[in-house]
């Protein structure tokens, strides 16, 4: 699993199952807060497709932790404001970079998570298609 799996993986589930995998990646390790977490704002930044120049859509209120556990540092930065949300996720990360023993039974039931919310969004696209109108006018004919 590579970080960008793992951070879609935390974006995705719930706050809950996020803290209970973190309390099984991290079992019996001290965990150290750096920093947070803390609620922060975050520009959102796009490109202009044209001219190829940068502009702010606006500002997103997102939540920041900064662990460390067992000298290996994790980080996480999730939208919104559940705190305990972005400390779980920066737990994982630190689990998953030290690649610490607990995390391989933890990866299993974040891989779970995953394949349960690709398995939703094929059903939401399933039901999606299903409302998709055609439309024709009388010039689109041949008469």
Known sequence: MDKLTLSRICAFAG???L???AE???????IILLKGPEKT???LQSREPVRSSRFYLGELLAAHCL???AG???AAVMMGDDLEKARA???LDAAHTGNFPCFVRVKEELLRLEEQRKKELAEEAAEIR???VSFQSLEDREL
Do not use: C, D, P
């Not at 099984?24 to 001290?30: R, T, Y």
């Open 15 to 17: 706050s809950a199952q």
């Open 19 to 21: 803290e209970s995998l």
């Open 24 to 30: 099984k990646a991290a079992a019996g390790l001290e």
């Open 41 to 43: 704002m975050v520009f």
């Open 67 to 69: 662990v460390e556990i």
């Open 72 to 74: 290996v540092r994790g």
């Open 89 to 91: 996720a920066a737990i």
């Open 130 to 132: 299903n409302t998709r």
